[in-house]
């Protein structure tokens, strides 16, 4: 089962033990009330960026938003290799939430790992708050605002991550960056 629809029955959950409605949802995070409702239902991907938004608004952290776990680390939290929690919210990209155990968050740290793609299947998204990527291994096109910028290992970007964005991995192979929303 896709995680997404485990996490819908969360945010419909959230919203209403606040006591607001899809269309007041809507309001406060600015977007139109199908879409809202359309992530509530279960039947489409769910973005990060909105999660994030939601469990900023809320004032939950977004591991309990999607894993219906408390974090519980308050001083420090070291998350080993391959251990990031995996946050199955896209089919095209692997992520792993690597910040899931401090609560408490100002910064929601992750390793993405995307596959190379034609350059048509690129899926744009946006979303509130600021992101910075580091590319560990490969080489990712970021479609940027509708330019494209090419990110190699040891190069980083640093955007507003209300600017559309779309990714891709290059050469036929994935690519592996970390990645950090604010």
């Known amino acids: 089962m896709e995680q997404y629809k485990e996490i819908a029955p969360r945010l419909v959950g959230l919203r209403e033990g606040i006591g607001w409605t899809v269309a007041e949802m809507a309001d406060l995070l600015g977007l139109p009330e199908d879409k809202v409702a359309g992530y509530e239902s279960g039947t489409v991907e769910i ?3 909105y ?5 900023r608004l809320c004032r939950v952290d977004l591991t309990t938003l999607i894993s219906g776990r408390e974090p519980h680390l308050k001083s420090y939290s070291v998350v080993r290799k391959d251990e990031g929690y995996a946050v199955d919210r896209r089919k095209d990209y692997d992520y792993k939430s690597l910040g899931y155990k401090f609560a408490g968050r100002e910064m929601e740290p992750f390793l993405i790992t995307v596959p190379p793609k034609p350059e048509e299947e690129m899926v744009e998204t946006a ?3 600021q992101e910075f990527m580091y590319v560990l291994e490969g080489r990712l096109e970021v479609r940027l605002g509708g330019e494209s910028i090419v990110v190699e290992p040891g190069d980083s970007l640093y955007f507003s991550s209300e600017t559309p964005h ?3 991995g290059m ?3 994935e690519v592996k960056f970390l ?3 604010l």
Do not use: E, N, Q
């Open 179 to 181: 990645d950090v929303i």
């Open 127 to 129: 979303h509130r708050g």
């Open 51 to 55: 999660m994030l938004d939601v469990s």
């Open 171 to 173: 050469d036929g192979k």
């Open 166 to 168: 779309a990714l891709r």
């Open 47 to 49: 973005p990060v960026g």
